[in-house]
């Protein structure tokens, strides 16, 4: 959403990364000038998904360019707006979907009865919004919030990679040879 708003483009947001900035943004937009419909709502699972809203949002971007006559890449001047719309969105379901997760493991018997927690790391764990939130959701269920600090929950890309870097310093599940390897492209 952030290349797609051409955010490198915004002055205030020239040097950030695509989440910071619809964050950064996010905070001075009205959330409630444009409403995205959540991904998933017709299966009561604990799944996520984006792509049907990342879809949504492209759309809705198209259409706010036609109306203020301007091209792609340029800035649109209710750019705030659109973030917090986007913002509050993926809040929503992100609180939703783990919402039933939650009640699942308690039904199931999966967590014990006292000091559950809820975990959460990765990029979208340093979002501010999102993380009070969780704490919200947390709060109310009597559960533990654990996130690391902002600047340790980075692109999990940049996660699975330090991971393996570790594994490949200290010689766990290291392949020195690929020949037998089978997989199945998408």
Request: with cysteine; glycine share 8%; net charge positive.
């Amino acid at each position: 959403v952030a290349r797609r708003l051409s955010l490198r483009k915004h002055a205030e947001c020239r040097s950030m990364a695509g989440g910071q900035a619809i964050e950064h943004l996010a905070q001075a937009g009205n959330q409630d000038l444009l409403s995205f419909p959540l991904p998933l709502q017709q299966y009561r699972n604990c799944a996520f998904s984006f792509s049907g809203l990342q879809n949504l949002v492209h759309h809705a971007i198209g259409q706010k360019e036609k109306e203020e006559g301007i091209q792609e890449g340029e800035i649109l001047s209710c750019v705030k707006d659109v973030a917090a719309a986007v913002q509050h969105a993926v809040a929503v379901h992100i609180i939703q979907r783990t919402y039933r997760a939650m009640l699942f493991c308690i039904k199931n018997s999966i967590l014990p009865s006292k000091n559950a927690t809820l975990v959460v790391s990765g990029g979208v764990a340093s979002n501010q919004y999102i993380r009070k939130a969780l704490q919200n959701l947390a709060d109310a269920n009597n559960f533990a919030l654990l996130c690391p600090p902002p600047r340790l929950c980075t692109d999990n890309g940049v996660m699975i990679a330090w991971n393996g870097i570790e594994r490949l310093r200290a010689g766990l599940g290291v392949l020195h040879s690929t020949a037998g390897i089978r997989y199945e492209p998408r």
